[in-house]
């Protein structure tokens, strides 16, 4: 069976696809994608907020609560507390099928009277302010974390313990400011090293200790942009730096970029994979197009932040663990034979469905059900009825060109600007009005007996008054007013970080676009000429290395 070559019907985009996907394709039942891998991850995307949060009231309860829906957009938004309790029934906002409507309206009608979980927060102490996190104590401000204490401003930590403004940074301690990071350990500043500690501004180092500004390094300690120095010179010449200050945090950054680009990088970090292409691969076997998954994993392809146990999944992203059978599904875990679904958890042979739980199985367009078998939209059905039903709703779909197509953008809970589509395909408010997506200004209030613009911040650390809890610190890019907390100002007065001049999302927003983008391009290692691909651009200015000249180099 050869390859396929079809024509995004929105960019116009030639992509492939594989015989190994058709093969996929054909086992789940499903027709070949219309859009190109891009336009697919965009679409998923634009269903899942994971840091934007307002204040509101439970709609069961009353009580005040934390949510990713702003005040304007639903009538029915439980607690968690609320929605996972025995007080209420998903299915009685069970409805008929409408075989003369297209399906994807009748599926936004109910999500929209289906009541839907303030916050994905399972098993937090005192960590309210977080989302899509499990098991987390004394957090703040912690996205797609999970297992952590004590931490901080900061998206996909695992296993982690007073560390704060990370990005895919695991099993750590005491670290600030650090992305693809792990195994860490009062580390600031840093990007994709791992087992290293006591040190500033690393970049792919291992296994490093008190280095300062180092790029590529291996089992060292006590150097300085990787010159060697006796303990004492490193002790003294390091506090020349001054990163107890904002303004010397800022040169040193300025300095340490200038000197990374000195040095060649690697193509691609895959470690320990067969066959299997993209970006932070580990343990992969089979994985093609693939960015950020932790094996063991196995034939994926297009998929990114996944793993953990997953088997054959195409175009998903944030889930694994144990997985098998997915296609078109944001964030789901635990289950087999879904698709086109949005948070279906320890569930299977789930279609077209948002926030599926607690092993259900064999539904269709359904919404916040747990413990569920045999609905379509939200109507319960015998085992008999919901297979014919099921069957005349996908021939109807296919009918009207829906079926094998994720839902709509247009059609998501959330504002564009607010998904994570907006970091990686991100557009202004006039485009999105354009295309009929919705965006939103609002802004919870923020009370403040003073506020402050960012630069007008003392410049140390060692300067900052107790009174700044009370301050409204204007963001310095974006003008939005924040906070400190007490948590904050002592984590920070600790490590002898100074205050941040930019508000907590536009730092996790800062994160994201220091992190190499999730798609590859062909060009010639910059050493010895061979094709590579790698997800640094063609007219980037780093120096890159295929796998054998960039180990030859660092070796």
């Not at 989302?131 to 957090?139: D, G, L, P, V």
């Not at 569930?347 to 569920?372: E, P, Q, R, T």
């Amino acid at each position: 069976m050869p390859d396929i070559t079809r024509t995004c019907r929105i960019t116009g985009k030639l992509f492939t696809i594989t015989e190994w996907e058709q093969e996929f394709y054909k086992k789940m039942g499903v027709t070949p994608p219309t859009l190109c891998i891009e336009e697919r991850h965009r679409r998923r995307l634009s269903h899942r907020n994971e840091r934007t949060i307002y204040k509101g009231q439970c709609s069961l309860c009353a009580k005040a609560m934390i949510s990713i829906y702003s005040p304007d957009k639903l009538n029915k938004v439980y607690c968690p507390d609320c929605w996972w309790s025995d007080k209420w029934d998903p299915r009685d906002f069970g409805r008929d099928i409408d075989f003369n409507r297209p399906f994807f309206d009748q599926f936004a009608e109910l999500q929209r009277v289906v009541p839907q979980i303030a916050l994905f927060n399972l098993r937090g102490e005192n960590s309210e302010y977080c989302n899509i996190t499990n098991s987390n104590k004394n957090c703040y401000l912690v996205f797609g974390g999970d297992y952590c204490e004590d931490c901080m401003n900061s998206c996909f930590s695992m296993y982690c313990k007073d560390v704060s403004d990370v990005y895919w940074t695991n099993h750590s301690e005491l670290c600030f400011d650090c992305i693809d990071c792990g195994d860490c350990y009062n580390v600031r500043y840093s990007q994709g090293s791992y087992n290293c500690k006591d040190s500033d501004f690393l970049f792919e180092c291992r296994a490093c200790t008190n280095c300062f500004g180092c790029v590529g390094l291996r089992n060292k300690e006590y150097h300085i942009f990787n010159k060697p120095y006796s303990k004492e010179e490193y002790h003294q010449k390091i506090q020349e730096y001054q990163l107890h200050s904002w303004s010397g945090v800022q040169r040193m950054k300025q300095q340490f970029e200038e000197f990374r680009l000195r040095f060649p990088h690697r193509a691609a970090q895959i470690i320990n994979c067969e066959n299997s292409s993209g970006d932070d691969l580990r343990n992969c076997k089979n994985c093609s197009n693939c960015f950020d998954v932790e094996g063991p994993a196995e034939d994926l392809k297009d998929c990114f932040l996944a793993g953990w146990g997953a088997r054959d999944m195409v175009s998903c992203d944030h889930g694994g663990f144990g997985a098998q059978l997915y296609y078109e599904m944001v964030g789901s875990i635990e289950g087999q034979r879904c698709a086109f679904c949005t948070f279906c958890w320890t569930s299977s042979d789930i279609w077209y469905s948002h926030m599926i739980v607690n092993n259900s199985h064999d539904l269709f367009g359904c919404s916040n059900m747990k413990k569920a078998e045999y609905c379509i939209l939200n109507k319960q059905y015998s085992k008999e009825e919901y297979f014919s039903v099921r069957q005349k709703l996908v021939d109807h779909m296919k009918k009207t060109g829906e079926f094998g197509e994720f839902f709509p953008i247009a059609n998501s809970l959330f504002s564009y600007n607010e998904t994570v589509a907006n970091d990686y395909f991100s557009v202004s408010k006039e485009e999105a009005l354009r295309m009929n997506w919705k965006w939103c200004d609002f802004q919870t209030p923020v009370q403040a007996e003073r506020t402050i613009p960012a630069e007008k911040l003392p410049d140390s650390i060692q300067d900052i008054p107790d009174d700044i809890l009370n301050w409204a610190i204007l963001c310095e890019r974006t003008g939005r007013p924040f906070k400190i907390i007490a948590q904050e100002l002592k984590y920070y007065r600790r490590m002898k970080i100074p205050i941040p001049h930019l508000c907590p999302e536009e730092r996790n927003r800062a994160r994201i676009r220091r992190r190499k983008p999730r798609t590859t391009w062909e060009r010639e290692c910059d050493k010895c000429q061979k094709t590579i691909f790698t997800p640094y651009r063609p007219e980037c200015p780093e120096k890159i290395y295929c796998e054998q000249c960039y180990l030859n180099e660092v070796e």
